[in-house]
């Protein structure tokens, strides 16, 4: 083989190692980019996990602080519901046209508190059905009218004296004619599927009342659920100032029934417009006395009504309510305070 050839081929052999070279290279080089572009991806998705918990954290942080202000703001808004009711200028009546009886609202740069302030006066106190004294009959009568007014069975009357009352004996109430007159004692609430005794004791709170046989979330709940009605803080007068129609009326109408001899008298029953007329007239001017009632009834009625002993025109337990917003944060506290005179006390309390 000549040089001349010699070195062709030597030529055309480094040729053929050349593109062996390059393709190495090319394949180092696509491999460290891949690496790469695995590696920016496992630092992006660690970077968003990251972020994703920090906002997490940061989220519950806020909320935690928003759950902080909103609570000392709904306190503030009972403080000064509390300051309304010190300041109530007329403490011989309370009516619905009182300050005390206004919606307030308070403005701060965290948020918005809306301050209510309800009469519990203006609802039948249960503990009351087991009084020991000739009242029994009358607030017996009276639930009765209200069980007529909201739509419930007069049943569950005779089950919240039993619930209330201290003895076991089935208590039966023969005014009831339509229906279950009987109540229940431990022996009905041992045969619950989650059984649980009879408290023989005065409710504590108004809750309370739903453990009672008959008594269901459904008819204690909702715009005509006995809640709006009932009361266990009072001293079983309704001021006749606040109450709203439905006790309103089932309490005229018990101090008219239960008053006069049913036998030999007509019980005069009371329509719905003379006790609208009642609660436009109070608005303007409150009952100071009830001898007042002369605008609606006869004399005789208004003597009935006044002499039953049902009705107060003051009050001396309110319900005031705070309610607040801040960010996603929303409170509701609930108290329930006691006023002698212009000192006020905190009777219950509920934070929601
Ligand atoms: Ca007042
Ligand atoms: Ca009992």
Request: include cysteine; charge should be negative.
């Amino acid at each position: 083989m000549s040089n001349k050839s010699k070195i062709r081929s030597q030529n055309t052999k480094n040729h053929n190692i050349q593109p062996v070279i390059l393709g190495s290279q090319s394949c180092r080089k696509g491999m460290v980019l891949i690496f790469t572009l695995i590696m920016l991806a496992v630092l992006s998705a660690l970077t968003i996990n990251l972020s994703t918990k920090m906002n997490q954290e940061i989220s519950l942080l806020q909320n935690s602080i928003d759950s902080l202000k909103a609570s000392a703001l709904a306190k503030g808004g009972i403080n000064y519901g509390i300051a309304v009711l010190k300041n109530d200028e007329d403490l011989k009546i309370d009516g619905l046209g009182e300050d005390w009886a206004k919606q307030g609202e308070l403005t701060f740069d965290d948020g918005i508190v809306k301050i209510n302030i309800g009469d519990e006066s203006g609802k039948i106190n249960l503990n009351y059905l087991n009084a020991r004294n000739e009242r029994k009959t009358l607030r017996i009568e009276q639930m009765f009218e209200l069980c007529d007014n909201i739509g419930l069975e007069y049943s569950i009357v005779p089950a919240i004296i039993d619930w209330i009352d201290a003895d076991d004996e089935v208590t039966v109430l023969s005014s009831v004619t339509v229906g279950e007159n009987k109540g229940a004692e431990s022996d009905y609430y041992a045969e619950l599927p989650l059984p649980y005794p009879c408290k023989n004791a005065p409710l504590d709170t108004v809750e309370e009342v739903m453990m009672i046989k008959g008594i269901t979330k459904e008819n204690y709940n909702g715009d005509t659920g006995l809640v709006n009605f009932i009361t266990v803080f009072t001293n079983g007068k309704i001021n006749i100032n606040t109450a709203g129609k439905e006790v309103l009326k089932s309490t005229i109408q018990a101090c008219i029934s239960s008053s006069g001899d049913k036998g030999t008298e007509t019980v005069e029953i009371i329509d719905d417009a003379i006790i609208t007329d009642i609660m436009e007239y109070r608005i303007g001017s409150p009952f100071y006395e009830l001898s007042e009632l002369k605008e609606f009834f006869p004399e005789d009625v208004v003597g009935k009504i006044s002499g039953a002993g049902l009705f107060d025109v003051k009050s001396n337990i309110f319900t005031i309510t705070a309610q607040t917003k801040v960010g996603k944060i929303e409170k509701k506290v609930i108290a329930i305070v006691e006023r002698n005179q212009s000192d006020v006390k905190v009777k219950f309390w509920k934070e929601n």
